[in-house]
Each structure stands twice: as structure tokens, then as C-alpha cells.
């Protein structure tokens, strides 16, 4: 059973950074497709970077890209996303989520009703970025 955690919200002011980790138990980022996404107040939830199992290559979508970095650390089973340069519509509530079967870039491209329900996601960490 998956069970995953994020951590590293908070208040920062435009052009601030903030690093989210991802973590949990009864997986191994070698081991499952898992990204992170977002949901900001009344918009639906979307994708916002993942790493590829097949050959390591880090996917982002357009509104992060340049600006968010996602990396993992498999000794310590967490996966990370560095957010820098924040503007005030990055603010969000920012989940991590795993499924075996949603493969990077995929899974962060369309966010299916199907992912929503079936993967396996964390509680949300929440960013707000604000002056």
C-alpha cells in the first residue's frame, strides 16, 4: 500500500524559492511512475513535473518551466521539486502522486479523472506566494 507525504509549503513573496519533498513507504522511486501536480483555489488539478523511469529525463509543464526543478534522491526514497522565481499564480496546493501504470510525461500532461481516483497521492503541501 502506497502511502506518500509532502512537505516544504509555505508563505514566500514573488521571485522567492521553496523546495517540496515527497516521501512515504510501500514503494521505491525506482519502482513507480510518480510526479508532482497542483491545485489552486478553484481550478482544476494539473501537472507540474515528473521524472521518466525509462530513461531519467525530467519533464515539466510550460507555466514551471525554467523555473522548477525536480530531482529525487533514491537512498532516502524522496522526491523533490525546487521551486524558484515563484509568482503569485504558482500558489496552489502541491501533491505528489504514484501509479505503476501512469507513466512520465503522460501522467503530468492530462491529469484523467482516472489518475484522480485510482493513484495513490499525498495530503498536499501549500504554497502561497504572496507580497
Known amino acids: 500500500h502506497v502511502q506518500l507525504v509532502e512537505s516544504g509549503g509555505g508563505l514566500v513573496q514573488p521571485g522567492g524559492s521553496l523546495r517540496l519533498s515527497c516521501t512515504g513507504s510501500?514503494?521505491?522511486?525506482?519502482?513507480?511512475?510518480i510526479g508532482w501536480f497542483r491545485q489552486a483555489p478553484g481550478k482544476r488539478r494539473e501537472g507540474v513535473a515528473c521524472?521518466?523511469?525509462?530513461?531519467?529525463?525530467?519533464y515539466y509543464e510550460d507555466p514551471v518551466k525554467g523555473r522548477f526543478t525536480i530531482s529525487q534522491d533514491n537512498a532516502t526514497n524522496t522526491l523533490y521539486l525546487q521551486l524558484n522565481d515563484l509568482k503569485t499564480e504558482d500558489t496552489a496546493v502541491y501533491y505528489c502522486?504514484?501509479?505503476?501504470?501512469?507513466?512520465?510525461?503522460?501522467?503530468?500532461?492530462?491529469?484523467?479523472?482516472?489518475?484522480?481516483?485510482?493513484?495513490?497521492w499525498g495530503p498536499g503541501t501549500q504554497v502561497t506566494v504572496s507580497a
Open positions: 510501500g514503494f521505491t522511486l525506482d519502482g513507480i511512475n
Open positions: 502522486a504514484a501509479a505503476t501504470w501512469a507513466p512520465c510525461p503522460s501522467n503530468i500532461v492530462v491529469v484523467t479523472s482516472t489518475l484522480l481516483n485510482a493513484a495513490s
Open positions: 521524472i521518466s523511469r525509462t530513461d531519467g529525463t525530467a
